[in-house]
T-cell receptor, first 109, second 113 residues
Framework: GIQVEQSPPDLILQEGANSTLRCNFSDSVNNLQWFHQNPWGQLINLFYIPSGTKQNGRLSATTVATERYSLLYISSSQTTDSGVYFCAGNSGGYQKVTFGTGTKLQVIP | ETGVTQSPTHLIKTRGQQVTLRCSSQSGHNTVSWYQQALGQGPQFIFQYYREEENGRGNFPPRFSGLQFPNYSSELNVNALELDDSALYLC????????????FGPGTRLTVL
């Protein structure tokens, strides 16, 4: 199966700062999604982005499928952005969805 | 539109017991996937159900089994519980089996003593 690496593994930001999270895939991937997992364990959809660029408020994401990576941008971070960010996808026709290793973000006031 | 729901929220079992976890998919979704998330790790794919049949499985032993019902709700059954089965179990539903966004439920936290 595919391998998914995320960087950085941990990130501490001052409120108001910007950040970029990266997701690298070992093979071409379908159905790429970004999630935010809050401290209570709930996984929240941020983007479904198999290719191209999308924006939603302070968040945006870009996937370059040919180069097997995706980026998540967080601008003007807020304390509520704290949590773990995961990217995930599957390869070819295989139903198994593989999650990345996660980036743990802490935004401090 | 009702989101994905899971029950119970928390569960404590002892080693060797059996457990059943339940998931109701989001309205209009016919595909359900189950994941296990150990503490500090990302979710691991257990299996997926589509139209009441298993449609893909991760690296989990046969004591992990499931069902999907005609209303697309689903169950995850785990037999002969082991201490390492302690984890957050997540259910996700999607509208199409291969190319669509997955929406996750709040999870069931299982503790095996």
């Amino acid at each position: 199966g595919i391998q998914v690496e995320q960087s950085p593994p941990d990130l501490i930001l001052q409120e108001g700062a910007n950040s970029t999270l990266r997701c690298n895939f070992s093979d071409s991937v379908n159905n790429l999604q970004w999630f935010h997992q809050n401290p209570w364990g709930q996984l929240i959809n941020l983007f479904y982005i198999p290719s191209g660029t999308k924006q939603n408020g302070r968040l945006s994401a870009t996937t370059v499928a040919t180069e097997r990576y995706s980026l998540l941008y967080i601008s003007s971070s807020q304390t509520t952005d704290s949590g773990v960010y995961f990217c995930a996808g599957n390869s070819g026709g295989y139903q198994k969805v593989t999650f990345g290793t996660g980036t743990k973000l802490q935004v401090i006031p | 539109e009702t989101g994905v729901t899971q029950s119970p929220t928390h569960l404590i079992k002892t080693r060797g017991q059996q457990v059943t976890l339940r998931c109701s998919s989001q309205s209009g979704h016919n595909t359900v996937s189950w994941y296990q998330q150990a503490l500090g790790q990302g979710p691991q794919f257990i299996f997926q159900y589509y139209r009441e049949e298993e449609n893909g499985r991760g690296n989990f032993p046969p004591r992990f089994s499931g069902l999907q019902f005609p209303n697309y709700s689903s169950e995850l059954n785990v037999n002969a519980l082991e201490l390492d089965d302690s984890a957050l179990y997540l259910c996700a539903s999607s509208a199409r089996v291969r190319t669509d966004t997955q929406y996750f439920g709040p999870g069931t936290r299982l503790t095996v003593l």
